[in-house]
Structures are given as C-alpha cells and as structure tokens.
C-alpha cells in the first residue's frame, strides 16, 4: 500500500520508457524500511538485464522525520548480458538516451536510467542517477556491458 502512491506517480511519468519488474526485497529495520531490487530490460537494447537497487522509505519513517514525500536518492545499478545482443535504434551520442524513469517524490525527485554508448571501447554503459528540478545530486552508480568479441546484432547497421 505505501508504494502505491509512488508507483501510481511512477506510472504516469514511465510513458514510453522502460518498466522495470520487483525481483527482491530486503527489509532494513523494524519500522519497516526496504531495499528494492528491480530488473530492467532495455527496450531497444535485447540481451541486456540492468538490476536496479533503492531505498524504499516506510509509512512509519516519513511519518517520524517528517519528510513525507520522497525516497533518498541513493541507487545502485548492475548490467550483464542475459542473452543474444540485438540493438535497435539507439541514440549514439556523448549525451546518452534516457532508458528508465521512477519517481522518488511525489513531483520533483526521479531515478533514471541513462544508456551511453562508447564506440571507441565498443561498450554500452548505464548511468543511475536523480534528477532534481532545484538541485541535482551527486549521488551515482554506473555498469557497464562489453560488446567487443560478442556476436552483436545491429538492426541499423553496425556504428562508424
């Protein structure tokens, strides 16, 4: 029930980005607090799995510090390849393309997911971050998948 709010803003900001699946849950402390693990596949990226980890705030905790509407922004992210690559229309620039979007706040915090492709070591890479409208966070966790040696699929074309 407490995640319902967060997933109901979570859905209305997740149009045409990726929707990550619940795997896990680890409960912290006694009042209720969860880590979430989640499993995200990229949707123009097949064979690739990202597990997304976060902090998952209790009623019982936003009540008592008074915070009540928004998760820390702390993620971690790991990706591996969990099958054959196919990549589909990706974008190939240093600015990367956004994968993944969850609200942490009622409004104005979201975890997101980056995808950046550096051609000249021919791997994908994925940015955990948060995006703030006031004031970003330094908080980050990054993975990496390697395509050099693999059977790589590109259905555009290999990049130049």
């Keep these: ?3 319902f709010g967060f997933a109901l803003c979570a859905g209305l900001l997740l149009a045409g980005a990726a929707r990550a699946e619940q795997v ?3 409960g912290v402390d006694w009042v209720g607090n969860d880590i979430v693990v989640e499993a995200l596949h990229d949707p123009e990226v097949d064979g690739v799995t990202c597990h ?3 902090f998952d705030r209790s009623i019982i905790d936003r009540l008592s510090k008074g915070n009540w509407f928004e998760d820390p922004s702390n993620s971690s992210i ?3 390849q969990t099958g054959p690559i196919r990549i589909g229309d990706i974008d190939l620039d240093a600015n990367g393309e956004e994968v993944f979007r969850e609200g942490r706040s009622l409004i104005f915090k979201q975890l997101v997911i980056k995808r950046i492709y550096d051609k000249a070591n021919e791997t994908l890479i994925y940015l955990a971050h948060t995006r703030e409208i006031t004031e970003g966070s330094a908080k980050m966790s990054m993975s990496t998948v390697p395509l050099y040696g693999q059977d790589v699929v590109w259905e555009n074309g290999a990049p130049e």
């Design 1 to 3: 029930m407490r995640r």
């Design 78 to 80: 790991a990706c591996r």
């Design 24 to 26: 896990g849950e680890v």
């Design 52 to 54: 997304i980890a976060y």
